[in-house]
């Protein structure tokens, strides 16, 4: 028997009378799913085909022009008498290199990794060839492939290659420090005069955070964006950045729930819960903004790393100098949230805070110079983006459970503060 539904109706007389109507068969669970995955199917199906058969398109539109024959060169290593360039080819056919020049010097006799000059789609080989070159010499490297195409890579400086070793990381480590954590630890030694300020100072500065971070996430995004282009195209690129950042923010939204979920938690223990649990929210919150920073910082480290491994001496310590200075204002970040909630900062927690603002700027240093490649370098500044946006969401929803409004001219004048700072000392990183 069909199911029927009740409503009613005005007879001319103004007394209803009711009017059944059948109801919609319920369909099964399995006839909704498939219709809900036919169209995606379908879409998959047609995708395919049309990639299949580009030239084919092409060819109809009456242009199919050929393969641009450009290899992406992703890293160039000086070895004793020799030069190899670790090379990709990021075209749908095949690559041939038929000659290698350095400067004005044809070299005909170079090897391919493999033993076969033709590098397939979407692989990586090694060129590599005998030359005796001159340390801290620039040199422009041309790998001419067999259609004509050039594909030009610029070395600053020649840098002999470095293995992995003790005193290599030992060095790093040192620059990463006084980088990252020791500017960090100082701007928390700032901490009990914040405590002092009104309710309303303490949301500005709490606004100072997010300006602060705000300018880091767009920073991140931009050198993510920059470093992408690198990339072959099959890898996604500006994909590659949306990624990272999209996996960043929810990884660091379900931190920030466990952390609440753990204060809520203490809280119920707690004798007096109202204070135990403000204070709780700001421990939570600073060590959000931390984790932020110091994701941030690992791009920091990278960027200085980098700079030593292609021989840019005089740039990584103008970086070194800069980002010491530009860091200081980071410690107010993490101290903000702390004073709002009227805590105290025991040495031990404040070193572990600074500790994870500020060490993954050793990681950075060691990676960028050693290992780093385009993208290991765009998910590092992808992330690092992500984490400062959603470390933002999450001081403006203490924010929002505070006293001042948004829209007061203290939080609205932190946040231009906390932007302009990081602007003023970020011109000294260069």
């Known amino acids: ?142 790998i001419v492939s067999s259609s004509g195409v050039p594909t030009e890579v610029e070395v600053p400086a020649a840098v002999p290659a470095q293995a992995v070793s003790g005193g290599g990381l030992g060095w790093g480590a040192l620059i990463g420090i006084l980088v990252g954590f020791v500017p960090v630890a100082l701007g928390l030694f700032w901490l009990p005069a914040l405590r002092e300020l009104s309710e309303a100072a303490l949301a500005g500065f709490l606004a100072f955070t997010a300006g602060l971070l705000g300018f880091l996430a767009i920073d991140a995004a931009a050198e993510a964006l920059d470093t992408q282009t690198s990339l072959i195209p099959a890898v996604g690129g500006a994909g590659v950045v949306a990624m990272g950042i999209a996996v960043s923010m929810v990884a660091l939204a379900l931190v920030g729930r466990a952390l609440r979920a753990g204060a809520r938690a203490a809280k119920r223990r707690a004798v007096d819960g109202s204070s135990s649990s403000t204070a709780l929210a700001g421990g939570t919150l600073a060590l959000l903004v931390a984790i932020g920073i110091g994701l941030h910082n690992l791009g920091e480290g990278l960027a200085i790393g980098s700079s030593f491994a292609t021989g840019e001496a005089a740039l990584a310590i103008a970086l070194v100098i800069g980002f010491m200075v530009h860091n200081l204002t980071e410690g107010i970040g993490i101290a903000a949230p702390l004073a709002r909630a009227g805590r105290r900062l025991p040495p031990l927690h404040g070193l572990g805070l600074a500790a994870i603002a500020g060490l993954p700027a050793v990681l950075g240093i060691w990676a960028g110079r050693y290992v780093a490649g385009p993208l290991f370098t765009t998910l590092c500044f992808a992330i690092a983006a992500g984490a400062a946006l959603q470390v933002i969401v999450e001081i403006v929803r203490s924010l929002r459970s505070g006293s001042v409004s948004l829209g007061s001219t203290h939080v609205q004048g932190g946040f231009a503060a906390g932007v302009l700072v990081m602007w003023v000392t970020g011109i000294l990183a260069g």
């Not at 319920?26 to 909704?32: A, Y």
């Not at 580009?54 to 004793?80: K, T, W």
């Open 1 to 142: 028997m069909t199911p029927v539904s009740e409503s009613t109706a005005v007879l001319p007389s103004g007394d209803p009378e009711p009017i059944f109507e059948p109801e919609a068969p319920r369909r099964s669970r399995w006839v909704t799913f498939l219709l809900v995955a036919l169209p995606v199917l379908l879409m998959t199906v047609i995708t395919i085909a049309v990639a299949g058969q580009g030239d084919r398109i092409l060819e109809g539109f009456g242009h199919n022009p050929p393969p641009a024959d450009e290899l992406v060169v992703e890293r160039v290593q000086f070895q004793q008498g020799r030069i190899e360039l670790d090379v990709v080819n990021p075209q749908a056919d095949p690559i041939t290199p038929a000659m290698v020049t350095v400067d004005a010097a044809i070299i005909n006799d170079f090897e391919v990794e493999g033993g076969v000059r033709e590098i397939d789609a979407r692989e990586d080989r090694t060129i590599s060839f005998a030359y005796d070159w001159i340390e801290d010499d620039p040199y422009l490297i041309t």
